[in-house]
């Protein structure tokens, strides 16, 4: 059943409409345009999709949306500075 989802990428507060087993991953890249999480073995092992859920690193790739909710992530793009 498709859901609101509610959280913050980057600094900024999202609401995307999605399936709660969707991963972390599809979202970022196909909702959101984050394009710098990237899914390379998409079992977790190679690290490509790493992403900071609340100051630690996970893996977006194993990360269901149901677990986001309410939550801080923070991809590649949002460490990138306009120098």
């Given at each position: 059943m498709v859901g609101?989802?509610?959280?913050?990428v980057n600094g900024r507060a999202v609401e995307v409409a999605t399936e709660p087993d969707a991963?972390?991953?599809h979202v970022l890249r196909n909702d959101l345009g984050l394009v710098g999480t990237r899914c390379g073995c998409c079992d977790g092992r190679c690290g490509?999709?790493?992403?900071?859920?609340?100051?630690a690193?996970?893996?977006?790739?194993?990360?269901p949306m149901s677990a986001i909710a309410g939550r801080r992530v923070e991809t590649v793009e949002g460490l990138?500075?306009?120098?």
């Open positions: 609101s989802m509610r959280f913050v991963l972390l991953v490509s999709c790493t992403i900071i859920i609340d100051g690193p996970h893996r977006a790739c194993m990360m990138a500075h306009d120098d």
